[in-house]
């Protein structure tokens, strides 16, 4: 009794067995189809760690020195660096740190902050570092704007940051939620340049006055009627009348206070940068997910929440989404999933066509949501979401300074020193600006420094600890390849450039590395695909002739993207090793069946010709069942589908000659193989 009886009896004999375990499979996987959470694409740890510096106002040259230099130094000696790059402005600094693809991200990001502790002392003491890794949950997936038409920029800050933020953050999944825009309220004193003078004061002592006495502080522990007291200083000021009447210093007995030489206001803050939605100044809140979240839940809770808040904020104020991920998710998914349906209907009347029996296609076609169903339950599993991957794998310094604050009922507001900018418009009225000199004595500014009008600094950027300058273009309207061929043509004619100046980077480098790494793959899928076949063949020359038919099938690949103009890219190239699989398929069962026949008695021409005639059908009938059923996405039908297009053209491509190759260009490899070594035995 052959393998294959063996098999049939086997699972005729256990066919409650099999059923219940495969119905228990697509319930668990209807299950998971529902708890999935869903993105634009998969989570991905990218090897990147970013560490952004601010120190005020220092000069570019200095902190490349001081803060950029020893913080790259710094992190070299990190296991699975590749390379540090950082780019240096006035006052800041982004120092990007790249590893290899093989590290653990959440691992090196502890390592990046540690390095940096270690260093912390050697650094500024006014700089502040922030580090984060880069991951698709960086990048906001809603954008909300709040607006309106009678009410102040500070009003709006107020309601967005104390009530809509903390409502937000309370949903679950979301991380983050940025504001962007606004006024954050603080209590301005502007303080008369001439009264300063005569106060025989500065603005530094003002601002000195309010740090060291707006405070409290415990004096102690009081007992008494067996009762424990503590016992405090309270210092602070808390409205615009406790800030008007503080004490700056005391002259001959009398106090001067801060209403004697300024005005005390509840002003903004001080901004650079206007937000506007719909044409009027508004507050922005980007709301950022958590790494495993799922961007649909997370906008049926968010949409949810602003119906409420529409009915609890004044009629004035206006709740938008100015941006929504989730729509470009929702309909990404839709889209896939119709092409799949679409799919599994065109293979029904392919198997149809083909087997002339709805009983038996029937039966071939649930092994289609079957197959669905227990994917999605490992991808359950296996942390997976639902992204356009995954659905295509199922396919195929004048502000002087803030002082101190003020606690106003949950809310910290500062309070901010500055010169009244109307006696300052101009840079002649700087000179006259009164300081205190070390003895005491009041001067003028001018007496002691020069004022000069400089041009802005330029942007300090370094690439592995070597200084560079940037050159970078966008194309339109051609690949990358032939643009990038003309470009280094063109340098290296110029014999003006020193040789090995020039390095390419960008998305190009990335590029090529995806490349190379991709061929590594698809090496490693030829090389696996050999040993299964060894394995099931015990000889070298079925595996030799199917290999050799699945590589050439590349060549279809290559053919189907040239005639639709489609570019070889990372998503055309996992085409092509899924399409080395498939082709793969088609040979094993032409020659599983030559191997029958052989044993039945049949030489091997016979034999060849033989198979070839009996799993046309079988190869015609999969191959178009499979071809037909990335139509869907090879035409891009829908939002999201032109990321898949490329992939499912590569895997068209390769079914579409598998045909000839299965049953031609395999069998002949086959035979002369054999027939070679017959010849060399002889």
């Given at each position: 009794?052959?393998?294959?009886?063996?098999?049939?009896?086997?699972?005729?004999?256990?066919?409650?067995?099999?059923?219940?375990?495969?119905?228990?499979?697509?319930?668990?996987?209807?299950?998971?189809?529902?708890?999935?959470?869903?993105?634009?694409?998969?989570?991905?740890?990218?090897?990147r760690?970013?560490?952004?510096?601010?120190?005020?106002?220092?000069?570019?040259?200095?902190?490349?020195?001081?803060?950029?230099?020893?913080?790259?130094?710094?992190?070299?000696?990190?296991?699975?660096?590749?390379?540090?790059?950082?780019?240096?402005?006035?006052?800041?600094?982004?120092?990007n740190v790249?590893?290899?693809?093989?590290?653990?991200?959440?691992?090196?990001?502890?390592?990046v902050l540690?390095r940096?502790?270690?260093?912390?002392?050697?650094?500024?003491?006014?700089?502040?570092?922030?580090?984060?890794?880069?991951?698709?949950s960086?990048?906001?997936?809603?954008?909300?704007s709040?607006?309106?038409?009678?009410?102040?920029i500070?009003?709006?800050?107020?309601?967005?940051?104390?009530?809509?933020?903390?409502?937000?953050?309370?949903?679950?999944?979301?991380?983050?939620?940025?504001?962007?825009?606004?006024?954050?309220?603080?209590?301005?004193i502007?303080?008369?340049?001439?009264?300063?003078?005569?106060?025989?004061?500065?603005?530094?002592?003002?601002?000195?006055?309010?740090?060291?006495?707006?405070?409290?502080?415990?004096?102690?522990?009081?007992?008494?009627?067996?009762?424990?007291?503590?016992?405090?200083?309270?210092?602070?000021?808390?409205?615009?009348?406790?800030?008007?009447?503080?004490?700056?210093?005391?002259?001959?007995?009398?106090?001067?206070?801060?209403?004697?030489?300024?005005?005390?206001?509840?002003?903004?803050?001080?901004?650079?940068?206007?937000?506007?939605?719909?044409?009027?100044?508004?507050?922005?809140?980007?709301?950022?997910?958590?790494?495993?979240?799922?961007?649909?839940?997370?906008?049926?809770?968010?949409?949810?929440?602003?119906?409420?808040?529409?009915?609890?904020?004044?009629?004035?104020?206006?709740?938008?989404?100015?941006?929504?991920?989730?729509?470009?998710?929702?309909?990404?998914?839709?889209?896939?999933?119709?092409?799949?349906?679409?799919?599994?209907?065109?293979?029904?009347?392919?198997?149809?066509?083909?087997?002339?029996?709805?009983?038996t296609?029937?039966?071939?076609?649930?092994?289609?949501?079957?197959?669905?169903?227990?994917?999605l339950?490992?991808?359950?599993?296996?942390?997976?979401?639902?992204?356009?991957?995954?659905?295509?794998?199922?396919?195929?310094?004048?502000?002087?300074?803030?002082?101190?604050?003020?606690?106003?009922?949950?809310?910290?507001?500062?309070?901010?020193?500055?010169?009244d900018s109307?006696?300052?418009?101009?840079l002649?009225?700087?000179?006259?600006?009164?300081?205190?000199?070390?003895?005491?004595?009041?001067?003028?500014?001018?007496?002691?420094?020069?004022?000069?009008?400089?041009?802005?600094?330029l942007?300090?950027?370094?690439?592995?600890?070597?200084?560079?300058?940037?050159v970078?273009?966008?194309?339109?309207?051609?690949?990358?390849?032939?643009?990038?061929?003309?470009?280094?043509?063109?340098?290296?004619?110029?014999?003006?450039?020193?040789?090995?100046?020039?390095e390419?980077?960008?998305?190009?480098?990335?590029?090529?590395?995806?490349?190379?790494?991709?061929?590594?793959?698809?090496?490693?899928?030829?090389?696996?695909?050999?040993?299964?076949l060894?394995l099931?063949?015990?000889?070298?020359?079925?595996?030799?002739?199917?290999?050799?038919?699945?590589?050439?099938a590349?060549f279809?690949?290559?053919?189907?993207?040239?005639?639709?103009?489609?570019?070889?890219?990372?998503?055309?190239?996992?085409?092509?090793?899924?399409?080395?699989?498939?082709?793969?398929?088609?040979g094993i069962?032409?020659?599983?069946?030559?191997?029958?026949l052989?044993?039945?008695?049949?030489?091997l021409?016979?034999?060849?010709?033989?198979?070839g005639?009996?799993?046309?059908?079988?190869?015609?009938m999969?191959?178009?069942?499979?071809?037909?059923?990335?139509?869907?996405?090879?035409?891009?039908?829908?939002?999201?589908?032109?990321?898949?297009?490329?992939?499912?053209?590569?895997?068209?491509?390769?079914?579409?000659?598998?045909?000839?190759?299965?049953?031609?260009?395999?069998?002949?490899?086959?035979?002369?193989?054999?027939?070679?070594?017959?010849?060399?035995?002889?």
């Open positions: 009794m052959n393998k294959y009886s063996g098999l049939g009896k086997f699972a005729t004999h256990h066919s409650l067995s099999i059923a219940f375990i495969c119905l228990a499979l697509c319930l668990a996987g209807t299950y998971s189809a529902l708890n999935i959470s869903s993105s634009v694409f998969p989570q991905t740890n990218f090897p760690v970013v560490i952004l510096v601010d120190n005020g106002v220092m000069p570019a040259d200095e902190m490349m020195a001081t803060i950029t230099r020893p913080i790259e130094e710094a992190m070299k000696d990190i296991r699975g660096v590749v390379m540090v790059r950082s780019a240096t402005g006035r006052g800041s600094a982004e120092v790249f590893f290899n693809w093989k590290v653990d991200m959440i691992q090196s990001e502890l390592y540690g940096l502790s270690q260093i912390r002392s050697s650094l500024p003491a006014t700089a502040e570092a922030e580090v984060y890794r880069v991951t698709f960086n990048f906001p997936i809603m954008g909300v709040l607006t309106s038409r009678a009410r102040s500070i009003e709006l800050w107020e309601v967005a940051r104390y009530n809509l933020k903390v409502r937000f953050l309370r949903i679950p999944d979301i991380a983050r939620v940025d504001l962007i825009g606004g006024r954050t309220p603080e209590y301005h502007v303080v008369d340049p001439l009264l300063l003078q005569a106060a025989n004061l500065t603005l530094p002592q003002v601002t000195d006055a309010l740090v060291k006495n707006n405070f409290i502080s415990s004096t102690g522990l009081h007992e008494e009627n067996h009762m424990l007291y503590l016992a405090v200083v309270d210092g602070r000021v808390h409205s615009i009348q406790d800030i008007e009447n503080f004490v700056i210093k005391l002259v001959n007995g009398h106090p001067v206070r801060v209403k004697d030489l300024a005005q005390v206001r509840r002003s903004p803050a001080p901004i650079f940068n206007v937000v506007t939605a719909d044409g009027e100044n508004a507050v922005l809140l980007n709301i950022r997910s958590q790494p495993d979240g799922s961007t649909l839940d997370i906008a049926n809770a968010l949409k949810k929440q602003l119906k409420e808040f529409k009915q609890e904020l004044p009629p004035d104020m206006k709740l938008a989404f100015f941006y929504d991920q989730s729509e470009i998710v929702r309909s990404s998914v839709e889209s896939v999933w119709e092409a799949i349906i679409f799919g599994l209907i065109l293979s029904v009347f392919i198997l149809y066509f083909f087997l002339k029996n709805w009983g296609t029937l039966v071939a076609t649930l092994v289609i949501p079957v197959t669905v169903l227990i994917t339950l490992s991808m359950k599993m296996t942390g997976l979401s639902f992204n356009l991957m995954t659905l295509g794998g199922i396919a195929a310094a004048m502000l002087g300074q803030t002082a101190t604050s003020v606690l106003e009922g949950d809310r910290v507001v500062k309070i901010r020193v500055k010169a109307s006696g300052l418009d101009r002649a009225s700087l000179r006259d600006l009164p300081i205190r000199a070390p003895d005491g004595t009041l001067v003028k500014l001018s007496q002691v420094v020069d004022i000069v009008e400089e041009p802005g600094q942007e300090l950027r370094r690439d592995d600890l070597r200084q560079d300058v940037a970078t273009a966008r194309l339109e309207g051609r690949d990358m390849g032939s643009a990038m061929a003309e470009i280094r043509d063109t340098l290296n004619r110029d014999k003006s450039i020193p040789p090995g100046s020039i390419y980077g960008g998305l190009y480098q990335q590029q090529q590395e995806s490349f190379r790494n991709l061929l590594i793959v698809l090496f490693m899928a030829i090389f696996l695909v050999f040993t299964v060894l099931e063949f015990r000889s070298f020359y079925e595996p030799v002739a199917i290999v050799f038919g699945a590589v050439l590349m279809g690949t290559v053919l189907a993207l040239w005639l639709t103009g489609t570019s070889l890219n990372v998503v055309s190239f996992l085409g092509a090793i899924i399409g080395v699989g498939i082709v793969a398929k088609n069962l032409m020659l599983d069946f030559v191997k029958h052989q044993a039945g008695g049949y030489d021409t016979e034999a060849l010709v033989r198979s005639r009996r799993r046309l059908r079988p190869v015609l999969t191959s178009l069942a499979a071809a037909l059923g990335m139509l869907p996405l090879a035409y891009g039908i829908g939002s999201g589908a032109d990321m898949l297009k490329p992939l499912a053209i590569a895997v068209i491509g390769a079914l579409c000659i598998s045909v000839l190759l299965s049953l031609v260009a395999t069998p002949t490899v086959y035979f002369i193989l054999l027939h070679l070594s017959k010849k060399n035995q002889s």
